[in-house]
């Protein structure tokens, strides 16, 4: 069956390496993952204001171009465009006097008839591929490597969108379970690192950083795992240049969750573009052996 | 208690009417209040907390009180919507949505809080593209 994928900018630009090693991860599971045609940017955060509905207007755009081509899930790599897109999902489906004013305004599409389902990347492998097959595969198990799993909020927050407990997450230490690592748990892992303030405060989101990663630190993990291309951003970049005012502390690489599963499943390193990391996420595979089996 | 809120928006040119602000943000956000009997969780778990001049509940009470200097607090720039206090609150009060609706109320008279021409050539090459389209949905009108 095809799958249909919903990339969104950042995936084309700054985050490649996720939709690269995550393709890479479906082609070896036997899924045909197809990029969606005439997709457009979905705004990245949901409408909050209850008279916004201008702002639902793209995410539904991409929903009806997904329902147009037949397809009945679309999957997204970048939790914020989850998010975005399950927020809109959702508010059409509980308010059709919104989505009836909502298909007004689409000149080319069709009417939204809201059979689409959004489907994390993340939750398709739990749910339709299984942890534990994908444990079968695996080549390289990342043993004795020890990760922080980190969530960030836009898997888990609000309630009515979230993939797993908002409180108490399982999904990514299940996950690393499954590749054979070692899970270092962290109470930090659901808090926000500072999205978007990273563009004009700097200062506070390297602190968030280093508040999120230095608590994991402490409790012996060697790196982080995760799976939105902001808190990549965030943690690994603001994070090596909290190194600046912290001076005892030592950035720790960070990880796309789709990179450590092309490791495990021994799929060549170059679908997972460790190039563009702030720090070198491939030293620590090496050194702990995952690598050169 | 009154407290000195650091922000830059001239309260009297958005012509709130007296007792107004209230209704305000109840209608662009559809939450109830006077149903928060101000226990503090929101403000317990807010990531941002630290950096803030009033803390959430502080923000619902200024609200309920018709201060509307909370519209010149740092704390509605500093809620990057991380939906944690909605997530907690006993009274199932949408703070995020409240947070929103005062960034809303000043955004919508066509001031903005970012200013694009600061942000430099390096840091469009090098931030990731979501950030961008975060930050202009949420400090620009
Ligand atoms: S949420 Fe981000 S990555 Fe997704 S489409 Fe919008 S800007 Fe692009
Ligand atoms: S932690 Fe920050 S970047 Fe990550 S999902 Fe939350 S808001 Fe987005
Ligand atoms: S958690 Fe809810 S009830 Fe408690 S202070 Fe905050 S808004 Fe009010
Ligand atoms: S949504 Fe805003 S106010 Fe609420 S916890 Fe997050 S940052 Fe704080």
Partial sequence: MKLSYYPGCTLKTSAKNLEKSAFAIMEKLGHEMVEM???????????????DLMHHLA?????????????????????????????????????????ETLNLFMD?????????????????????????????????PLKGVKIMPYYGCMLLRPREVAIDDAEEPTILKDLLNALGAEVIDNPFKIECCGSYHTIQQKELVMNRAYRITNFAIERGSDAIVLSCPLC???????????????????????????????????????????????????LLLKKKGVFEK | MTKKL???VDIEALKLKKGDLVKEVEELCGENLFGC??????????????????????VIRYIILDRKEVLNSKTIWLCASCFTCAERCPRDINITKIMEALRQIILRKKIDRTDLTEITKDEKETIPQLAFVSLFRKNIG
């Fill in chain 1, 108 to 140: 080319r599409e069709n009417d939204y008839k809201g059979t689409v389902k959004v489907v994390h990347f993340l939750e398709f492998l739990r749910d339709e591929v299984g942890f534990d097959v994908l444990k079968k595969m695996v080549k390289n």
């Fill in chain 1, 37 to 51: 045609e005439d997709w457009t940017c979905c705004g990245v955060v949901s409408s909050l204001t209850d008279d």
């Fill in chain 1, 232 to 282: 990549r951003f965030n943690l690994d970049v603001r994070g090596k240049e909290a190194e600046k005012i912290y001076k005892s502390y030592k950035q720790v690489p960070v990880y796309y969750y789709t990179q450590l599963i092309a490791v495990a499943l021994g799929l060549d390193p170059e679908y997972c573009g460790f190039d563009d990391h702030a720090v070198d996420p491939t």
């Fill in chain 1, 59 to 99: 995410p539904l755009r991409n929903l009806i171009h997904v329902e147009d081509a037949g397809d009945e899930q679309v999957i997204t790599l970048c939790d914020m465009c989850y998010n975005t897109l399950k927020q809109t999902n959702l508010r059409v489906k509980e308010k059709p006097d919104d989505l």
């Fill in chain 2, 6 to 8: 650091e922000g830059n």
């Fill in chain 2, 37 to 58: 009997y101000q226990c503090g969780t929101c403000s317990a778990g807010c990531p941002f907390i630290e950096d803030m001049d009033l803390s959430p509940d502080e």
